[in-house]
């Protein structure tokens, strides 16, 4: 920022919100480690003037009087936000999803109240580069989840908000709900830390409000902290990259060499220590007053800047570092940090040659800012040349390519060992129109092409070991050629399916924030789902992963076979889904599984882009398929929404799940038709005598249930409107665990429903609903107590080599029951469970 007028700047008497905002950035960097290691740390103990005071009323007067007629834009790096807007006390139980959505309208309405907009991004996949840190953060989640389960059945009540956990599915919800409040709320095509500050940067945003120590790095527009927002003042806390290159000895091009030298998420913290440590013992400037850590951070910018620096541009980085082996993720972490018209120092400029790419011929031009020769790459089409660094033993590129309209040069690494391009970002003008999809529950025309202000890269990083079973499609009609020098916007990867505009539909909604899950299944042929609050010494109830995959196998199926329901070329899913016992060293290799739908399985062309009459009864056709609910079609019409989403995932459960009994769906009943009638305030005030683990993991697997939902209900072309199945109106967390605990008392209906004669209704007949539709798939529904006199035998956990059987209820020939997809089987045969 050039004024400082409107910082609050605190020279002698540090201000009481910037001593608050760094004990919480204590509590931040011991709970999850974002961004750079050590580097929040370093700024709280050893350089807090990094940290200045700033008013979000104030910034935007400022912007407005500099550019008048603009708005003051803040984009907002949501998966960093998502701990600071669930204010609602209640975390344990499945969500307070009423109470959220007021804390989410509340934020909103605040930023609104003063101009400023804000834009929100979503990760959208996880990259190949950042999988083991992935992992790594999963495995360390089990075992707090774990903590959490012995504090619940040790206490019977929810611990304390230092073991907080945040609901499942509350990433996939809160862009819902951003939508359903009238915000620009997109998905990302990587991990969105990139793309927020890429848009920032291009579009002159006010700022980043995040909390993700990477964003200190980006040479982008200022980094605001969402943990020292105060809602009512809008005071902040903005971290000052410049102040930090100041306190280092460096320039702001020196900060991602930093960055990858201290690790981040895609350079191990371990690949460079001991390279770190001969760094301390030569810095002759250790400050006593710093922790081992500061004095590390310091030592490794002493020696970039004292010694590093001397041979920059002369020498490559692997002859200045011991890069060994990991010389090309290290290129890639470097290189991952710039942002469209940004290029590094520190990557070698080759002095003479020519050498070629992708057919391309490369000549010599001198960069005049740099004064030193760089090769470019001459497009005959556009007739404009691309710089581009390369290494001219590795044979490593970095591609600077130049969008003819941007005129910015555009960082593209090429991995050596993969033979794969790593586009750094994407074309910040795509002016391709492709086709209009009309969306059914809008009824509006969406163009189908990604956001014009996303400024995304597309990741082309795939994984060599996935070895599918049919091949891999790319668009046939693309010549080799044409890879490097178009926009990544509409540049051809590897891909799952063959349609490009199929594929083109999926993509707009993905970015969009309106679908789940579809466009990563066509695209890369990879999914994730990251952890749920569930019992792993539970003996009945199996982890949700398990219990919605034949679900998912369907959807699979529907996504890429070829419209006739065959799944025999259909290629295999990779699944790095979280559960019990699973060590995610590699991921589960699913097979789609081949849905029954009268008249045959539609095509995507007719279920997504058709306006044809009675299209809409053939989307719910396909959807219930999925579920493997045809039969149950007719009891389903004659329900109401929003329940009619809701009993058809508890018929679903229940045929699926043996052991859930007559009082958990009284239970989900009542406290769906009740939640009708409660207020915010009501729902707040809940108490609970005591805490259940079992309701806990029950409220897991229906919200759960309803993210499946999502994905379904996009992938066959939202026969449903979203808000059916958005949790704030069918699901409360507190108000559920009430309704099971008086369910297993024994209440009545009439004292579940709260005396309510019309809800006393509605719940028999939801209940006759799901109870016949059970009853056809020769799964009865019976009270606990009938239960347990003819299932006196305890129950193995599911992948349990004692109790491996199928109950009496599992449908054959529709998909394993979940008793036998356990992981059990991955510690003793690597390969049972690869057979899907």
Known sequence: ???????????????????????????????????????????????????????????????????????????????????YWYTPDSWICGGQWREYFSSLREFVKTFTAVGIKLVFFFDGMVEQSKRDEWVKRRLKNNREIAKIFHY???????????????????AIFTQFALKALGQETLCSLQEADYEVASYGLQ???????????DYLIYD??????ISELSLDSLDTIMLCREKLCQSLGLSLSDLPLLACLLGNDIIPEGM??????????????????????????????????????????????EEMLPLGPNKALFYKGVASYLLPGQKSPWFFQKPEGVVTLDKQVLSMSSDPKSKQEVPVCTDPGSKQEVPVCTDPESKQEVLLYTHPESKQGVPVYTDPESKQEVPMCTDPEPKQEFPLCTHPESRQEVLL??????????????????????????????????????????????????????????????????????????????????????????????????????????VYSLLLGDGEGGTSTCPTVKEWFVYSGNPLRQPDLVRPLQMSIPG?????????????????????????????????????????????????????LFVQVDTLCLEDLHAFIAQALCLEGKTTMELADLQLDHVDPRAVQLGTLLVRGLTTLVLVNSACGFPWKTSDFMPWNLFDGKLFHQKYLQSERGYTAEALVEQHRSWLTRFH??????????????????????????????????GSSDHRMSSGYSRSGQGQHWRDQGPGSRQYDPDQWRRY
């Open 1 to 83: 920022m050039k004024s400082i007028s409107c910082f609050r700047n605190t020279p002698s008497k540090m201000n009481p919100l910037l001593v608050i905002g760094l004990q919480w950035f204590g509590i931040l960097s011991r709970r999850s480690v974002m961004g750079v290691r050590g580097l929040q740390g370093f700024v709280r103990s050893s350089c807090p003037h990094i940290c200045t005071v700033v008013n979000f009323k104030e910034l935007a007067e400022h912007h407005r009087s500099r550019h008048p007629g603009g708005t003051p834009t803040i984009v907002v790096d949501a998966m960093c936000c998502l701990r």
């Open 152 to 170: 619940i059945k040790s206490h019977r009540e929810q611990p304390g908000r230092n073991m907080f956990f945040i609901p499942s599915g509350l």
């Open 203 to 213: 579009n002159n945003c006010l700022g980043i409000l995040g909390e993700d120590t």
């Open 220 to 225: 982008t527009c200022p980094y605001f902290s």
């Open 272 to 317: 460079f220590e001991s390279f770190r440590y001969k760094c301390l013992s030569s810095y002759t400037s250790v400050k006593e007053n710093f922790d081992k850590k500061g004095n590390i951070i310091l030592a490794v910018a002493d020696h970039i800047s004292k010694v590093l620096r001397l041979h920059q541009g002369e020498k490559k980085l």
């Open 449 to 554: 092409c990604t956001h014009p202000e996303s400024k995304r890269k597309l990741p082309v990083d795939t994984d060599p070991e996935f070895n599918l079973e049919a091949p891999l499609c790319t668009n046939p009609e693309m010549k080799q050629e044409d890879l490097v020098n178009m926009g990544p916007e509409v540049k051809p990867q590897i891909t799952m399916v063959l349609d490009p505009e199929i594929l083109k539909v999926a993509r707009a909604h993905h970015v969009q924030a309106e679908s789940y899950l579809v466009y990563n299944v066509m695209s890369s042929g990879e999914v994730e789902c990251s952890n749920s609050l569930e019992d792993a010494m539970d003996q009945a109830l199996p982890s949700q992963a398990f219990v919605y995959r034949p679900v998912r196998q369907r």
């Open 600 to 652: 045959g399985t539609p095509s995507l062309k007719l279920l997504w882009l058709s306006q044809e009459a009675g299209l809409q009864a053939q989307r719910l056709d396909t959807l219930l398929a999925c579920f493997d609910l045809s039969s149950s079609r007719e009891e389903l019409q004659v329900v109401e929404s929003p329940f009619q989403a809701l009993c058809c995932l508890l018929i679903y």
């Open 765 to 798: 007949a939801l209940k006759s609903v799901v109870c016949k539709a059970c009853m056809k798939e020769n799964r009865p529904i019976v009270s606990r107590r009938h239960w347990r006199s003819h299932h006196s035998g305890q129950r193995g956990r599911q």
